[in-house]
């Protein structure tokens, strides 16, 4: 039987653009496995690595039009968009460069021998290896920075990883294009170009995680997907890590006070966060807690007006055009919602979506005002409960509150999130009783939330050293990262070495440290 | 129906000494996870929890007698060995208090806004906080060490995290004397007396895996009941971390030159090595690689006159002495195993069993001589793959290789283990060439085990802030260590603040530091 072919579409007329690649047979998924696996040796050397790294990005770098091109012909997210992606994903590799070079992911910690204790300690230096070959599941929303060049691969080529990435089916081309870079990047700096490949098809993804040779995975993509990835993972003969990021609700609680202060400002801020990139980030805003009362309105009628004039857009794919429609009709179906500005289909020719939103009584969200608990047993579902879940699209709830208890009790009912934030005013953010009168939220918020922004957006995730971008479950399957310099640690397991001989010992953890590595002595670092 | 009775016995005789406790139903278990989940806000101070963990330590030192006594009488481990082990314990709890009142392990990162970059980089203030519950499974092998007060508990409560104990029902009274102390010591702390529980019985060990409120867990024991757990914890609607240890082999490999250079002191050694604990150890040595010839046949020697001269022992209870004697029953009916000295029952009266070993040429057990490996899946199995399995009790076996080729062979096909131990001559240890000879030893150690060891035996494991007790599956469930510094880590996440202004932060992120904890600040250690 031939492989299936694995086309490029045209989201904005659902055509077929070319045929790009074939669905990879799982003779083909383990041929570029054994390939990866293979090439590790060679990937151990930190200079070729780092080289590496930064060839890979000026390779990006110098075929901007054509991969701008090519990703814009498939995801329809436009040329402003992706150039800026492209830019990210290039400093991303740069600054994974810059950290394999630093050496602190690492970890080093060296504890003298001391015979004086009893028992007697002997001498131990521990520092980090890297796992083996990463599987990595891109997403289709962000084809450069997520998806073959993005911030899994970076990171665990960084960490000495080859890289097996399963492509979404959104963008073969753009994924192939890239891959083509990368590996020409390999080949460039003295490595083989098995050292990074890319498979296509649902059933190659399977084939992946369960594949022996795989050590570790990274995946950003929906709920269910991610769960049966997750769950193929803890199935194996050898379990693996699951470094997944499976969704977000990303609340927004807007202060009394905040409002009052700033409704008009907040109201369009809110709009910008909603609608970037057609609704489609992980981290755009889902569910916005807006006090009752003027101030509100005020904020909610500002809000209103910036997404009204939003233009319309072209969702990723057909799918997922369909997915929002139904949710917007799901949400938009229960007695007490109302759509002051209905999300849906047209508005800018076939294909396209506008943006909108809901609004309902916060008491709604949190039957009985505070009794439930997001990580309680004890929760009853309600039909209402669908509000409290991701609807990927330019679409959100505004759920308007009295007491400011009552919008803590929302917020205890939701699961992980990868970001909460908070609107707070000027006195709130200056201490004294004012900023008390804010704590709790300030805890709730980072009780569900891999990170917590006050008085900004969610959207935006800064590529930085201390990013976090995870949270409890379902943000992520662990409580690692997907961005940051942290999210190396994902690919790396300890060892420690007990009384062995300098000249048998790896460079990094040698007495004369030859590489110049941070570490921690005798429980100290220096 | 009443609740099944849990009994404490003396393993020297089989017989009941007391009923301490009841097997905990579904109800007492919620009850104790929930008052340990009500713990958390009082545990989250810090002062409160670094005094917590001084006092439990002095409470138990202070009632040295009445442990030892308690543990010894059910499960045979000696008074020496007992006293030992509590001191390693209490010098864990405080080694833990110092640790978090350093704060190191908060991981703090901070980036500062910089406008110049596009796009802008918003503040990021990263920390860790606590998981919430955890759930502790104790082992049989260390009633004190790595159960009720061991390690995963001084961990989880010094990251701020409630414990529910799973008592292991060969040291029921223990666990419950040790639970008592723990609980005084949180109440003169100022902490509720829930912050540390103990529940007993098999069925209350996967209701707490199961139970909402439990946020992770740590365990210690067998491959079979270890990876039930594990399959509970990531089968839950929110699935959890499941830090397991399940089993090691701990291979040993002893080069030709070392044989010739210390074969006596090395055959001594290791029959120490064995027969620790009545060779109940994680780290025991159950695989010895030795060199044919005469140099090999010394060192067995040594090792065989060594091993006949230890006394017999008593194992911590009648399931485990059957698993022995089944075990070794089993491996010395493979044809071409012979026994030197037979391990097995009897020889210092009823219900003891004597240490022993297995010889074996080493081309059984790598067929096609290094054709195979341990992670990959065209390995094919046969009979002599038992002799690569843990066997719980004083017995090892000991390989006999020609080339140095075939000892690589065979730790090719191992799986994962707590640690590997190579004895290398002086000469091997120095450098040059030498030294080169036994690179691949040295690497292949390392991809299969968590801890390498030169010249020196794995037993004992040093408690200190670089030690790894841990390794690739089955060794550990997870890529963290349950001995060491790094142990906290297990439980605690990251959270990055955006933008929070300084009133909003937590004490250990605000810009005056007054707290006086490490930071690295834009990717610098400061």
Known sequence: MAAAPVWSVDPRTGKQREQVAAEATPQVVDAAVRGAHAARAALADRATRIAFLRTAADLLDAAVAEVVETADAETALGSVRLTGELGRTTYQLRAFADLVEEGGYLDIRIDRADPSLTPPRPELRRYKVPLGVVAVYAASNFPLAFSVPGGDTASALAAGCPVVVKAHPDHPATSELCAGLLRRAAVQSGLPAETVAVVHGFDAGLELIRHPLVAAAGFTGSIRGGRALFDAA??????????????????????????????????????????????QFCVKPGLVLVPEGDDGDRLVDAFGKAIAGTEPGVLLDLRM?????????????????TAPVAAGAGGGGEGTVGAGFFQVPAARLAPGSGAGSGTDSGTAGSAYDVLLEECFGPVTVVARYGAADEAVAVLGRLGGNLSATLQVSSSEAGGGDAAGAVDGLVEAACSLAGRVVVNGWPTGVAVAPAQHHGGPYPAATSHSTSVGGTAIERWVRPVVYQSVPDALLPLELREGNPLGVPRRVDGVVG
């Open 234 to 279: 803890a199935a194996r003969p050898v379990p693996i890590p699951f470094h997944g990021e499976l969704g977000s609700l990303n609340p927004v609680v807007v202060t009394g006070a905040a409002a009052a202060e700033r409704a008009e400002e907040i109201g369009a801020g809110l709009a910008g966060a909603v609608t970037l990139g057609v609704g």
């Open 321 to 337: 055009r369909e997915n929002f429609l139904a949710g917007v009709r799901e949400r938009g179906a229960l007695p007490g919602v």
